[in-house]
């Protein structure tokens, strides 16, 4: 579905770490694109799987230092993609897997799925946030499903927020699992690229489940979840609003007179017209909306 250009991608890595990094660490990397651009077939994976578990020791694993066009331009290479959390490390280890020859495509899933399953939490981070950027994306699914059922929280964030691979290739089921998982470690949904786009009568069904089960439980439920059920909703969803004003926090009544209003459903607009009719102007009048990444 889309492939970033890989010319341009190596170049903004490569100038995002030598702004980042020192002489030592600069060198290493000059070092290693020269190593890798030359070849002229793969070298054994023990190669990669060196300089992928080396790089923290030579260029750090500091935050890139970024200018605000830095972040424009990993919006042209990939729109959706989102690098101001990206370490040198991690920045580094991504380099690496563009550098490598993937035209045989069977050959370079091979090194990658080595590199997937004896990784440890730095390296799959690394590997995740690699993946709108890759060749053969689609290809690359089994490893992102994968992604979705991690218990490391960072690795799961890494696929799940400010990626946009998901959004173009995790489709339903695992599309709606990925949501899921997001909302249960309590992952901020608006992060997630398109998350808009994510919205299904499935998915609403299963989100106002959870709700009612956090409820029953007296566990808070994040108000974000209502975002997604919010093109789905009919008189069913009455009740989960009512609940929302009268038990909720401010910001759970803010959503309720959203939800209301980006809906348009008469009952949803009258229950929030007699409960928070100054929330409901604040929504008509745009002072309130749904969070921004």
Do not use: C
């Amino acid at each position: 579905m889309y492939q970033a250009n890989l010319t341009e991608a190596r170049k903004l890595l490569r100038q995002w770490l030598r702004q980042s990094l020192d002489d030592r660490g600069n060198r290493w990397v000059d070092e290693k694109m020269v190593f890798f651009e030359t070849m002229q077939t793969p070298r054994p994976a023990k190669d990669v799987f060196l300089a992928f578990g080396m790089a923290p020791r030579v260029v750090g694993k500091q935050r890139l230092e970024l200018q605000m066009s830095d972040r424009q331009d990993a919006q042209n290479l990939r729109p959706g993609l989102h690098i101001h959390g990206w370490t040198t490390d991690q920045t580094a280890r991504i380099l690496i897997l563009l550098l490598l020859p993937h035209d045989d495509a069977n050959t370079y899933a091979k090194t990658l799925n080595q590199l997937f399953t004896t990784a440890d939490v730095g390296e799959l981070t690394a590997l995740y946030s690699a993946l709108p950027l890759l060749p053969h994306p689609e290809a690359l699914r089994p490893q992102a499903a994968e992604g979705v059922r991690t218990n490391m929280g960072v690795v799961f964030n890494a696929l799940a927020l400010d990626n946009p691979y998901p959004a173009d290739y995790l489709y339903d089921p695992a599309g709606n699992q990925l949501v899921l998982k997001a909302v249960f470690v309590g992952s901020p949904l608006h992060r997630m690229v398109r998350i808009d786009e994510r919205a299904n009568a499935t998915l609403a069904r299963i989100l106002r489940d959870f709700a009612h089960e956090r409820w029953a439980a007296g566990r808070p439920v994040s108000p974000e979840i209502w975002r997604l059920v919010t093109p789905f909703v009919s008189d069913l969803v009455l009740p989960d609003v009512r609940h929302l004003f009268e038990k909720g926090t401010e910001t759970e009544q803010e959503t309720a007179a959203l939800m209301a209003v980006r809906s348009g459903h008469p009952g949803l607009l009258s229950l929030s017209a007699e409960k928070r009719p100054d929330l409901v102007k604040k929504a008509q009048n745009g002072e309130i909306g749904w969070p921004a990444a």
